[in-house]
């Protein structure tokens, strides 16, 4: 099976009006669920987080701004997918 973002990267990086974004995000991340390199995905977005924005391993990340609790949310799911077993506590742990 091929990563589904190979076939429309540009759905994984959402920059259209509210409700096309929330559309985009359901495919995205319908396709992200049964991908083979989720966790691999995920924990190269928590390479660098200090600018990530996008859909990444299924989940969405909002910019950098106002959205801080949104966006530590999402960090956290990141890190709950791409470590599945590591402690809360551990040195992967990212906040925005």
Not at 9 to 30: K, M, T
Not at 67 to 96: C, D, M, V, W
């Amino acid at each position: 099976m091929q990563p589904t973002c190979t076939s429309n990267p540009d759905a994984w990086f959402p920059e259209q009006a509210a409700g096309a974004r929330s559309l985009a995000n359901r495919h995205a991340v319908d396709g992200c669920v049964r991908c083979p390199i989720r966790s691999r995905c995920a924990r190269l977005a928590l390479d660098d987080p200090t600018h990530l924005t996008g859909i990444w391993a299924g989940v969405y990340v909002p910019p950098p701004g106002n959205q801080h609790r949104a966006r530590t949310h999402a960090l956290n799911r990141l890190q709950s997918i791409g470590f599945p077993h590591a402690h809360p506590n551990e040195e992967h742990r990212t906040t925005a």
